[in-house]
């Protein structure tokens, strides 16, 4: 899956003269095209009474008494802009300081490591404890449009606001989280920057944790594993047998009867053991009689103590 982008570029103040000007930029990091709002301030003389006046790359745009804040449009990815602002105060003379920003893009394409059957039309989910591979896909541009290569940025992996060292460095663009107790939403960030760090993209992702599910599904001696429709509820029994399959989803294993997981059935809440495959039921009737049988069965990952499900389904049987 791959998230909508959001960008940001690099931002560096400049205090000219020591004249204790600041610039203030909203969003600080703006994406391509998007609207900025630069905000002066100063704690050493008032800007409400000086005349204020704004340049973009040179130009100047637009100029007041106490014109604090000034609004303008970032440029294309890798455009290099420059704001500059002039105040000119009645008591302290001629301020003036300047910021510059890149907009630079980065997206995330990250990857749950879960079981899901063949020819699974969803995403697979990340469970309790699970494996996700996270990729940063950068478009670093410079003012002379060329895109830098992945391999020459610098990569800065964080989960949870906090650094991962061995994971971060010069051309590490994939970050491998596993799931850890408690079971908690994580958050991934990544920053990617060019060498001379002048351009600087960052994202941020919410990695959420879902309990794994079983579904059962008909065995069918003639059409075999019916995939198009969940065994649920209470099935009517039309023959003297009916086997399931129970397919395992979002588990962290690579097919369903992986050795980490392990299958309890149960028949009317007794333990029933010996069935092979291990994920297979049958249900017989060999006696005369009508009746409900419930099957149930619990799942659990012997390596991952939190990803555990269970399920169960009712047999409306009657034989002469």
Known sequence: MVFPF???GQTIPT???GNYLQLTMSPENPEPFQTVTIKAQSFLFDVNRSKITWYVDGVMKKSEIGLKEFNTQAGKNGEKT???????SPTDGLKETEVFFIPSLVDLVYEFVSY???FY????LNPNQGVVFVTAVPELIKSTGEKIPSQNIIYSWKKNGQVE????GIGKNTFIYNGTVPIREVTIEVAASSLDNEIFASKIINITNYSPKIIFYENSPIYGLMFNKAVKNTVKLLTDEFS?????YFFSVGYTINPDLDYVWNLNGQIVGNQEPKNSFTTRVEKSGSGIANIGLKVSNSNR???FTDNNYNINFSKQ
Do not use: E, L, R, Y
């Not at 420059?82 to 000119?88: F, G, L, N, R, Y």
């Not at 039309?121 to 697979?124: D, N, Q, V």
């Not at 399931?244 to 395992?248: D, E, L, M, Q, S």
């Open 116 to 118: 899901t059957p063949p």
């Open 6 to 8: 959001i960008s940001f």
């Open 15 to 17: 205090n000219m003269g």
């Open 165 to 168: 060292q061995d994971a971060s």
């Open 121 to 124: 039309k969803g995403k697979a």
């Open 305 to 307: 103590i939190f990803q």
């Open 244 to 248: 399931v399959i129970a397919i395992p």
């Open 82 to 88: 420059t704001i500059k602002v002039a105040v000119d």
